[in-house]
């Protein structure tokens, strides 16, 4: 008889070595590092340059200049460059974060030696039609403004203006009126600054082949790169003593919660043990918050924490939408969750299922070559040592409940900010 | 090319095995045969609401999600108007959870008033958070009923309201459970790296003894042809004005599906569609412009959808959308644009199978179709497709009877 009561046995999950990208350098130094794996005859092409946010000298134009790329190039219109990578079914993507302005490219390998040239271009003959720079600036006006009706979108960027400062990179809000003063010429620099012509750096991955890096070089190891890249100053340190913002919203039935603090780089030596502290506290559907505000109260669809890393700065961040009439009661029980664990040790049995999960979802989240290069990029860009995902599991389960007592009174205790809107 | 296994069970459960051995990872997919669409109309909601409940413990076994985040497994569940569809991923030595848990809640849940009580709030603020509480979260709230008269995809898989929501009962539950999560209703794909011997003895150790149900019969009522197309205006406070057209289309298995399914790609797929160059570049009467196909087993919608430009009516907007239509179906469409929404439908599926829980999927959902080979099909299917199929389309469905507008906007 099948004795469904009893669970069946398990075998701990081991530490595994991560497929390592391979480095070169083409023919202009710049690097370009290649991951060959998969079996589905795809590639993806990531170009970094760095122009994102932080390397902005006006507030709003690092988002718009990435966006102006494939609106016109040299000899190509931007009707023609989207027909060229929609007619091979490739995907074409930029995108502008804080740190860097991506070019990416997702193709089946066979068409990239076909794209590459456009490619060339782009990067480096960008011609920003003013027109297009017309369009592309009210679309994202009007997609902004639909953005700032959502409790959630004004809740974190609030949030990132309080930890960072009004006039950080990283903290300034995008708003309406800031975004409709930012001109063309400004759009226009910033690419002539800080992408053509400057250093950048390649990630590829996928079923690469020889050909393929070969077929790289030929086409981006030739774009002369002359420009060196200034160092931006660091703006002073905004720290404000107002730790409460409450935007209040009549018309709202919920409301979103935000609280956080700013972090450690993701090298630092307490960022293991934070994290499994993270995890334990609001990282996975089981973690304490779920567990107390939605699956015991029901005052919200779900409940997270998190880290974020960014290259000149780092926070944390609780967020949730809750039940707009229970928003004390939700405040109250996040609170005490943080309380707890600053004051009592995490029982055994939960510490390790916590690093069980985690070392779970390590081995779940390398599972396709994107996923490998994705590894490799945190490794290069967060600077951490080559073997850090080779014995990941390890140290999670080094990581001991006195540990995560220690780091929740050195970061959690106080000095939170707390943002509610709607 | 996706090869796979299949087997079944005397309960009726069939099973599929997809082995990828250059993962280290296994997936159990469970996608039992209902949806919203098997739902009472007085009593919308319920089979998203169910899906709740199956993580409220099970007859053995009081919690389901830590015992399997202890083991390094991870789960979620989603459900449509067609399916209830339930996954975990594990390291692949530890399936054997998996089997353990999945296995327990289809042979019976803990039925605990607390866990109703709790899922129901849950849901509640769920539907709050995505369809009330935001711009535009309430559009297939209006636009479902409009397009469907009939059929119960008139209501989306939250529910048509809450107090649908609030007045399930324990009754419900226990009724919904015996007639629709049974094995003879199900079909668990395994995927992984796993050993097919091995998966065989497991599903019948864990599943093979829970009893089938009554055979389900679907008996839906059938949508009305459309004869006049209906048009309707919901005031919002939203910041921008937004136009919804959405045509009644062939089902799933039809063989006008795909080349529909192109159709929609050549008005409104990408930067460089007909809609978006002439609309949004061109004309500049929108700010974005999409057109879809809704996907569903059954008869869906062909939806084309637009942000209107600041100062242009709702009348013109849409009498724009239909000029591109015209133009379309009079001056036919070109072998290159035929052969880049080819591309791009064959390149989305190579990306969509680079990982092993959208493959399992895909084998779950070919079956339940009729034939898990479908998914090795669909790309000659694609490229059989002509001009003029698109065209023949077009002719059918783009017609002006067969349409439902919603302006949705200030």
Sequence with gaps: MLDRKQPPSFSPIQDFKLIKAKSYQLDNQAKIHVVNAGRQPVINMQIYFKAGRWHEH??????????????????????QISQKFDGLGAFLEVSSGYDLVGVEVYCLNQHLEKLLPLVNELITTATFPEVEFKGLKDRFIQQLSINLQKNNYVASAKLKETIFGKDHPYGYATDIELMEKVQHAEVKSLFDEKISGCPFEIFLSGQVEEAHIKQVNKELGKIPIIKPLGKPSLPEDPLTDEFNYYEEKPESVQTSIRIGKKLFPKKHEDALKFEVLNEVLGGYFGSRLMKNIREEKGLTYGIHSNMVFLHNGSYFVIGTDVKKDKKDIALEEIYKEINILCTQAVPEEELNLVKNYLAGSHIKSINTPFSISEHNKTLYFSKLPENYYDNYIKKINDVSAEDIMEMANKYLKSDLYEILVG | MIDFHEFSLDNGLQVIVHQDKTVPIAVLDLLYNVGSKDENP???????????????????????????????????????????????????????????????????????????????????????????????????????????????????????????????????????????????????TIAGNVKLKEVERLTKKWFGNIPSGKPYRRNLPEEPIQTTSRIARHQADVPVNTIYKTYHMCEKNDINYIPTDLLSDILGRGKSSRLYQSLVKEKKIFNGVNASISGSIEKGLFIISGKIKEGISYENADLEIQREISKLKEESINDDEVTKVKNQAESTLSFSELELLPRALNLAYSKLLGDTNLVNKTSEKIQAVTSKDILRNAEKVLIQENCTTLYYGK
């Design chain 2, 42 to 188: 007085e009593k919308t909601g319920f089979a998203h609401l169910f899906e709740h409940l199956m993580f409220g413990g099970s007859k053995n076994i009081p919690n389901y999600d830590s015992p399997l985040q202890k083991v390094g497994g991870d789960n979620n569940a989603f459900t449509s108007p067609d399916i209830t569809n339930y996954y975990v991923t594990v390291p692949a030595n530890n399936l054997e959870t998996a089997f353990w848990l999945e296995s327990d809640r289809m042979l019976e849940l803990s039925f605990d008033p607390e866990v109703l009580s709790v899922q129901k709030k849950v849901v509640i603020e769920e539907f709050k958070q995505r369809y009330l509480n935001q711009p535009y979260g309430d559009v297939w709230l209006k636009l479902r009923p409009l397009a469907y008269k009939i059929h119960p995809y008139q209501w989306p898989t939250i529910g048509k309201e809450i107090s649908h929501i609030e007045n399930a009962t324990m009754e419900d539950v226990k009724d919904f459970f015996y007639t629709h999560y049974r094995p003879n209703n199900a079909i668990l």
């Design chain 1, 58 to 79: 006006i507030k709003g134009t690092s988002f718009l200049t990435a966006k102006m790329i494939p609106e016109g190039s040299l000899l190509h219109s931007s009707k």
